[in-house]
């Protein structure tokens, strides 16, 4: 249990994987990422049409296992990016809806993690924070890049460069979480999202997701451009009623 696992299990039309990691409080270690890439490959997923990812009840995860990061040289964090550390990307580029079920620490990697799901449901005692650039480093997986698009660059820099620790409460406020549900609910209220979303056309989703993606990095030309061109698409391949509903 020390390397860690992820238990995957369906509930209805969801995925639903937990981080096992407990005893070092879901540490992303490269063995755990790993076993989340595999993850993401099993039937169970694949044949979804929502995923949840939590860490359980006690913490979502308090970050990457940096001391095992920093054995490495630069070719191998070189080679780590192209091997476990490709999690965050895969996590990203999902077609299916993703929701991040967080109660407890979310720090360092594992905020990138969660920032890389498409929408974060918290428990109110749940606490964020990416502590990198403490250390001497800085976060690498995406942090800085989703941060940025999340909260705007002048609340990143609290983050990112003072270490800044926020509530649910203050997290909510500031753009980085969805919702903040009841004390214990987190999961209940991640899964219940979920499967609103999985009830939702599965291309018309996946297109969506890619289009939202491009959007915020693309001119207004090409973004609408974009979309124009997804909805000719996505319009082949639904047929609505002609009826009047009323």
């Known amino acids: 249990m020390t390397a860690g696992t992820v238990e995957i299990r369906r ?19 490269t063995h755990l990422e790993r076993e989340l890439l595999r993850a993401l490959d099993d039937k169970a997923v694949t044949t979804s049409r929502a995923v949840v990812l939590t860490g359980g009840n006690r913490v979502f995860s308090a970050g990457a296992d940096t001391g095992e990061l920093r054995e490495m040289t630069p070719e191998a964090i070189t080679a780590y990016y192209r091997d476990s550390g490709a999690v965050y990307e895969r996590m990203a580029a999902l077609p299916q809806p993703t929701v991040s079920a967080i109660a407890g620490y979310c720090l360092g990697g594992g905020l ?3 920032l890389a799901t498409d929408f974060r449901i918290a428990d109110p005692t749940a606490k ?15 942090g800085t890049y989703r941060t940025v698009r999340a909260v705007g660059p002048a609340r990143a820099r609290e983050l990112v460069l003072r270490g800044r620790r926020l509530t649910a409460a203050e997290a ?5 979480l969805t919702e903040v549900s009841e004390e214990g609910a987190h999961l209940e209220h991640a899964l219940r999202l979920a499967d609103e979303l999985a009830a939702l056309p599965p291309l018309a ?12 990095d693309a001119p207004r030309e090409s973004s609408l451009l974009l979309e124009q061109l997804a909805y000719a698409s996505l319009n082949q391949t639904t047929h609505p009623s002609t009826e009047d509903p009323t």
């Open 172 to 176: 909510h406020a500031w753009g980085l």
């Open 128 to 142: 964020f924070g990416l502590p990198e650039v403490g250390i001497g480093i800085l976060p690498s997986s995406g």
């Open 205 to 216: 989703v996946a297109v969506t997701k890619r289009v939202i993606d491009a959007a915020a």
């Open 112 to 114: 990138e993690l969660a």
């Open 11 to 29: 509930s209805g039309s969801t995925a639903v994987l937990t981080l096992r990691r407990e005893a070092k409080l879901n540490a992303l270690s």
